[in-house]
Nanobody
Framework: QVQLRESGGGSVQPGGSLTLSCTISGNANCMAWFRRRSGQAREGVASIDSVDSTNYANDVKGRFTISLDKAQNTLFLQMKNLQRGDTAVYYC??????????????????????WGQGTQVVVSD
């Protein structure tokens, strides 16, 4: 069993920064961040695979950074230059499968068996 708990959400002005954290209980070999914008399906944002390779959705490349601190068992999502369109509930996801992702991989819900409850991010003036 893998348990995930997100934190770090909040309100920020456009152009601002925020870092989300996800504490991990149990063994996970690949992890990701997803988000659900109001009225839309949940979508992948960033992922890190079993050899620490990272992938990003096109609209966050260059602005978001996913990282994993294995000593602290914590997954991070650093978000910079936030835009109103980044307003969403952000979810941490994990899977026990050992996988390596191709350079064009986009995080996909069905690849992750374990999910956190989500943390709200609001970008507004």
């Amino acid at each position: 069993q893998v348990q995930l708990r997100e934190s770090g959400g909040g309100s920020v002005q456009p152009g601002g920064s925020l870092t989300l954290s996800c504490t991990i209980s149990g063994n996970a070999n690949c992890m990701a961040w997803f988000r659900r914008r109001s009225g839309q399906a949940r979508e992948g944002v960033a992922s890190i695979d079993s050899v620490d390779s990272t992938n990003y959705a096109n609209d966050v490349k260059g602005r978001f950074t996913i990282s994993l601190d294995k000593a602290q068992n914590t997954l991070f999502l650093q978000m910079k230059n936030l835009q109103r369109g980044d307003t969403a509930v952000y979810y941490c996801a994990a899977d026990r499968a050992w996988r390596t992702a191709s350079s064009i991989y986009q995080p996909t819900e069905s690849d992750y068996a374990y999910w956190g409850q989500g943390t709200q991010v609001v970008v507004s003036d």
